[in-house]
């Protein structure tokens, strides 16, 4: 399969662009920050630690944490369409039962689009600072 690099771009460019429309611009710099670190967060612990970290902070109450939620979900939506991966971007488990192969597959192009995304996350939502 072949991947013209202009699509992860746009691909991350239009993800970006929505999240910053769904944030509170008081969390855009965090969530810059949170981006950035994405791609080791998913070679380190996988897609479906991403999925359960999601729920975690969706369902939590401290204000200050949910944009994390809403950051890690957007990108396994947009994943999810950018892959035509089947699966369950609200449900870790439809991460875990994936055969390896697709699986694998699936991470690996997760890391390749969470690098493109943090490539744009200081040019779309500011530049990172502490969460």
Same mark, same amino acid.
């Given at each position: 399969?072949? =991947?013209?690099?202009?699509?992860?771009?746009?691909? +991350?460019?239009? %993800?970006?662009?929505?999240?910053?429309?769904? =944030?509170?611009?008081?969390?855009?710099?965090? %969530?810059?920050?949170?981006?950035?670190? =994405?791609? +080791? /967060?998913?070679?380190?612990? !996988?897609?479906?630690? *991403? #999925?359960?970290?999601?729920?975690?902070?969706?369902?939590?109450?401290?204000?200050?944490?949910?944009?994390?939620?809403? &950051?890690?979900?957007?990108?396994? &939506?947009?994943?999810?369409?950018?892959?035509?991966?089947?699966?369950?971007?609200?449900?870790?488990?439809? *991460?875990?039962? =994936?055969?390896?192969?697709? /699986?694998? %597959?699936?991470?690996?192009? !997760?890391?390749?689009? #969470?690098?493109?995304?943090?490539?744009? +996350?200081? #040019? &779309?939502? !500011?530049?990172?600072?502490?969460?």
């Amino acid at each position: 399969m072949f =991947l013209d690099r202009r699509i992860f771009s746009q691909e +991350a460019h239009q %993800a970006l662009t929505e999240i910053q429309g769904k =944030l509170s611009p008081a969390y855009h710099s965090k %969530a810059s920050k949170l981006i950035q670190g =994405l791609s +080791a /967060y998913i070679s380190t612990w !996988g897609l479906h630690r *991403l #999925a359960g970290d999601a729920e975690k902070f969706l369902l939590g109450t401290a204000e200050d944490t949910t944009y994390k939620g809403e &950051v890690y979900r957007h990108f396994l &939506v947009r994943l999810r369409a950018f892959s035509d991966i089947d699966f369950d971007p609200t449900d870790e488990g439809s *991460l875990i039962h =994936l055969p390896l192969a697709k /699986y694998t %597959a699936l991470n690996r192009l !997760g890391m390749q689009l #969470a690098k493109e995304w943090s490539f744009w +996350a200081a #040019a &779309v939502l !500011g530049e990172a600072t502490e969460s």
